[in-house]
């Protein structure tokens, strides 16, 4: 079937879609992110805001134009038709249409317009459609009702819940607009409150609108603003001498540049990272920030938060999501409450970093620290299923070490960890989640001396828990699930763990971290020549791969970069950095020799250091791709013939600044490699 064949035949599956009454998902399933043709936008608006069978609202409207601020409306209507491209004609019935929907809008909720609330910026897209008026407004108002946050006013709960997405996903580039004493109020009310329809080009508002309604969530409108100001962090962090204004300026103006075919990427990336977010944070602020109940929201639940919260259900139940589930948010679990308290009950996965060690001894407090994140970084590194990509710490629920705790967590932002969050009602909530079955889930849980079992041993009062209450409990076979999964992967970490706290400079990688066969999996590429190539790649299939260990003699060597550059068989590098499935990315070099691809991994705190990740020998490398749209990420697959296909056995990725010169250095010395062969 031929593209322009594939292209009819979806839209057809729309059009018959949209005739029997297609629901939104089924919709999203249909499109697959294909920008929606004018002829049926309409259409799939009025589905995917449930509008297709609201009446005529507006035979209530008495047409008076009686509010108390009509005079403002009209004014800022007209102020905005003069930006319009639209022929006087156009620009007379445009500007009657918004204050007529908006005039009624005010009347039937009993609400006064306020001049730069996004509502007019919000109608003009939907203008567009050419619509009735009555379809119109009843678009205009599911979209007030569903999609713009509640609180969107200076020092308003979104903003504050903004930040904390940034700080999770890019506390280096949080803590710099923290310094610049920025906040996020300051550049994205216009975002929020105009689904960026006030700040970006008509098509590619209409496109961006495609993708979200059809999503059905009204958070993901936070994952776009992330990824506008993420993809402009390098920009920011250069504009450290320059005036908080002028930073500013620039974050307002970015939306302005995003071109309508970005717009999918720009989605798929928001779709990312909002995957990447705890899920129970989500829900939790979606209650706060989409709810009718009209009750005020108390923003320093929000302003005043250390790090983003997670809830306890969420935790738990992470021990037992599929490891398969590349999706799925894991936690790496870190227990900071006194030594006394963790001996007398803590979950079999937690590390304990002693928050008292902070202070009272510094060095053994660092040297632990080193200890949690080389595990996690090796287990990472390794595909285990042993560890998180999130760090989540548990404090105890009381004052005085809770204080501490924060202190802890404080000193992980500082480093610029990412992902890194407290768990909602700290051990009381694990305590409570477990109630009677806490036999099973918890070790060493000691009765007399849990200061939840047996407050009277606590002088300063446990912090009740104020967890809400769940409807489902979970049953006893979960319990029973938790507690032999948490067991498990808890016996793989902690000894990893002791083993580098006890010796913080030994190398040695004893294997526990390596992917076994069963863990790798090995992708079958039909119709493609047992030779290299270079591609566009128009997919994302690296997910299920992971490092081929099977060199694991090079895995621990460390060698001298400057030295090691300068060897004799060296053809060239590629300062770069290396990609991971999982998204975390690592300082490295790429090495070509005569015959091999050597990769090099910078050593944190060593300056000068590198670990020699693997020898790829030249012959392996069957395939080296790009990406359409960023042709700095350069995907080196690896494999054998097989038959008339290939196997495709791993692969690497990398962010290569000089990408087009390191593909051609690296095909040139293949060619090089086989001619010689053949002579």
């Given at each position: 079937?031929?593209?322009?064949?594939?292209?009819?035949?979806?839209l057809?599956e729309?059009?018959?879609?949209?005739?029997?009454?297609?629901t939104?998902?089924?919709?999203?399933?249909?499109?697959?992110?294909?920008?929606?043709?004018?002829?049926?936008r309409?259409?799939?608006?009025?589905?995917?805001?449930?509008?297709?069978?609201?009446?005529?609202q507006?035979?209530?409207?008495d047409?008076?134009?009686?509010?108390?601020?009509?005079?403002?409306?009209?004014?800022?209507?007209?102020?905005?038709?003069?930006?319009?491209?639209?022929?006087?004609?156009?620009?007379?019935?445009?500007?009657?249409?918004i204050?007529?929907?908006?005039?009624?809008?005010?009347?039937?909720?009993?609400?006064?317009?306020?001049?730069?609330?996004?509502?007019?910026e919000?109608?003009?897209?939907l203008?567009?459609l050419?619509?009735?008026?009555?379809?119109?407004?009843?678009?205009?108002?599911?979209i007030?009702k569903?999609?713009?946050?509640?609180?969107?006013?200076?020092?308003?709960?979104?903003?504050?819940?903004?930040?904390?997405?940034?700080?999770?996903?890019?506390?280096?580039l949080?803590?710099?607009?923290?310094?610049?004493?920025?906040t996020?109020?300051?550049?994205?009310?216009?975002?929020?409150?105009?689904?960026f329809?006030?700040?970006?080009?008509?098509?590619?508002?209409?496109?961006?609108?495609?993708?979200?309604?059809?999503?059905?969530?009204?958070f993901f409108?936070?994952?776009?603003?992330?990824?506008?100001?993420?993809?402009?962090?390098?920009?920011?962090?250069?504009?450290?001498?320059?005036?908080?204004?002028?930073?500013?300026?620039?974050?307002?103006?970015?939306?302005?540049d995003?071109?309508?075919?970005?717009?999918?990427?720009?989605?798929?990336?928001?779709?990312?990272?909002?995957?990447?977010?705890?899920?129970?944070?989500?829900?939790?602020?979606?209650?706060?920030?989409?709810?009718?109940?009209?009750?005020?929201?108390?923003?320093?639940?929000?302003?005043?938060a250390?790090?983003?919260?997670?809830?306890?259900?969420?935790?738990?139940?992470?021990?037992?999501?599929?490891?398969?589930?590349v999706?799925?948010?894991k936690?790496f679990?870190?227990?900071?409450?006194?030594?006394?308290?963790?001996?007398?009950?803590?979950?079999?996965?937690?590390?304990?970093?002693?928050?008292?060690?902070?202070?009272?001894?510094?060095?053994?407090?660092?040297?632990?620290?080193?200890?949690?994140?080389n595990?996690?970084?090796?287990?990472?590194?390794?595909?285990?299923?042993?560890?998180?990509?999130?760090?989540?710490?548990?404090?105890?629920?009381?004052?005085e070490?809770?204080?501490?705790?924060?202190?802890?967590?404080?000193?992980?932002?500082?480093?610029?960890?990412?992902?890194?969050?407290?768990?909602?009602?700290?051990?009381?909530?694990?305590?409570?989640?477990?109630?009677?079955?806490?036999?099973?889930?918890?070790?060493?849980?000691?009765?007399?001396?849990?200061?939840?079992?047996?407050?009277?041993?606590?002088?300063?009062?446990?912090?009740?828990?104020?967890?809400?209450?769940?409807?489902?409990?979970?049953?006893?076979?979960?319990?029973?699930?938790?507690?032999?999964?948490?067991?498990?992967?808890?016996?793989?970490?902690?000894?990893?763990?002791?083993?580098?706290?006890?010796?913080?400079?030994?190398?040695?990688?004893?294997?526990?971290?390596?992917?076994?066969?069963?863990?790798?999996?090995?992708?079958?590429?039909?119709?493609?020549?047992?030779?290299?190539?270079?591609n566009?790649?128009?997919?994302?299939?690296?997910?299920?791969?992971?490092?081929?260990?099977?060199?694991?003699?090079?895995?621990?060597?460390?060698?001298?970069?400057e030295?090691?550059?300068?060897?004799?068989?060296?053809?060239?590098?590629?300062?770069?950095?290396?990609?991971?499935?999982?998204g975390?990315?690592?300082e490295?070099?790429?090495?070509?020799?005569?015959?091999?691809?050597?990769?090099?991994?910078?050593?944190?705190?060593?300056k000068?250091?590198?670990?020699?990740?693997?020898?790829?020998?030249?012959?392996?490398?069957?395939?080296?791709?790009?990406?359409?749209?960023?042709?700095?990420?350069?995907?080196?697959?690896?494999g054998?013939?097989?038959?008339?296909?290939?196997?495709?056995?791993?692969?690497?990725?990398?962010?290569?600044?000089?990408?087009?010169?390191a593909?051609?250095v690296?095909?040139?010395?293949?060619?090089?490699?086989?001619?010689?062969?053949?002579?």
């Amino acid at each position: 079937m031929t593209a322009e064949e594939d292209d009819s035949t979806w839209l057809i599956e729309l059009e018959s879609g949209l005739l029997d009454g297609c629901t939104p998902r089924e919709i999203n399933a249909i499109t697959k992110g294909k920008r929606i043709p004018e002829s049926l936008r309409p259409d799939v608006w009025l589905v995917c805001l449930n509008c297709q069978d609201t009446g005529n609202q507006l035979l209530l409207f008495d047409e008076i134009f009686d509010l108390t601020n009509q005079n403002e409306l009209r004014d800022d209507v007209k102020k905005f038709a003069t930006r319009l491209d639209n022929d006087d004609d156009e620009k007379l019935s445009v500007i009657s249409d918004i204050e007529s929907i908006i005039t009624f809008h005010c009347k039937s909720k009993s609400i006064t317009y306020a001049s730069n609330n996004g509502w007019i910026e919000i109608l003009f897209p939907l203008l567009s459609l050419k619509l009735n008026k009555a379809d119109t407004y009843n678009l205009f108002e599911k979209i007030l009702k569903l999609y713009i946050p509640n609180g969107c006013v200076s020092n308003g709960v979104p903003f504050h819940i903004l930040r904390l997405i940034i700080q999770y996903h890019d506390p280096e580039l949080c803590s710099f607009l923290d310094t610049k004493r920025i906040t996020p109020e300051q550049y994205c009310m216009p975002w929020l409150r105009s689904l960026f329809s006030g700040t970006c080009n008509l098509e590619v508002v209409l496109f961006m609108w495609d993708l979200y309604f059809q999503r059905s969530d009204p958070f993901f409108i936070f994952f776009l603003c992330l990824i506008m100001i993420i993809n402009a962090r390098e920009h920011l962090l250069q504009m450290k001498n320059e005036d908080k204004a002028s930073i500013i300026q620039t974050l307002r103006k970015m939306p302005g540049d995003l071109d309508a075919n970005d717009v999918s990427d720009f989605c798929s990336l928001a779709h990312y990272y909002s995957l990447k977010t705890p899920v129970s944070f989500r829900e939790d602020v979606l209650e706060v920030l989409f709810s009718e109940s009209g009750l005020e929201i108390n923003s320093k639940l929000y302003s005043q938060a250390l790090c983003l919260p997670v809830a306890v259900h969420e935790l738990i139940e992470s021990a037992t999501v599929d490891s398969a589930d590349v999706d799925a948010v894991k936690f790496f679990l870190v227990d900071c409450r006194p030594a006394e308290q963790y001996n007398s009950g803590h979950l079999s996965t937690a590390f304990h970093l002693d928050c008292n060690l902070m202070l009272q001894e510094p060095n053994a407090f660092n040297t632990a620290v080193q200890g949690l994140l080389n595990a996690q970084r090796q287990a990472l590194a390794a595909g285990s299923l042993a560890a998180g990509e999130h760090l989540c710490f548990v404090s105890s629920g009381r004052t005085e070490e809770d204080s501490y705790a924060h202190m802890v967590v404080a000193s992980f932002l500082k480093r610029n960890t990412k992902h890194v969050s407290m768990l909602d009602g700290g051990f009381v909530a694990i305590h409570d989640y477990f109630g009677p079955h806490m036999t099973d889930c918890l070790e060493e849980h000691n009765t007399s001396m849990c200061l939840v079992c047996a407050p009277n041993n606590n002088n300063t009062g446990v912090i009740p828990s104020v967890n809400k209450p769940r409807d489902n409990i979970p049953s006893i076979q979960l319990f029973s699930k938790l507690s032999s999964a948490m067991k498990a992967k808890s016996q793989e970490v902690k000894g990893k763990l002791i083993e580098y706290i006890v010796n913080p400079n030994s190398t040695v990688n004893n294997g526990d971290w390596h992917v076994s066969a069963n863990d790798r999996k090995e992708n079958r590429y039909r119709n493609v020549p047992p030779v290299f190539s270079i591609n566009d790649e128009d997919e994302d299939s690296h997910s299920d791969f992971r490092r081929d260990v099977s060199n694991t003699e090079f895995l621990d060597e460390i060698v001298e970069v400057e030295t090691f550059l300068k060897g004799q068989s060296i053809v060239d590098n590629f300062p770069c950095q290396e990609v991971l499935s999982n998204g975390y990315m690592f300082e490295s070099y790429l090495v070509v020799t005569e015959s091999h691809l050597i990769i090099l991994r910078e050593i944190p705190n060593k300056k000068g250091l590198a670990k020699v990740l693997s020898r790829r020998p030249l012959s392996t490398i069957v395939k080296i791709t790009a990406k359409k749209r960023h042709p700095e990420l350069i995907t080196f697959k690896y494999g054998i013939p097989d038959g008339d296909n290939l196997l495709i056995k791993d692969m690497d990725r990398f962010l290569i600044p000089n990408a087009a010169v390191a593909t051609k250095v690296v095909s040139n010395q293949i060619v090089s490699q086989l001619d010689s062969k053949l002579q």
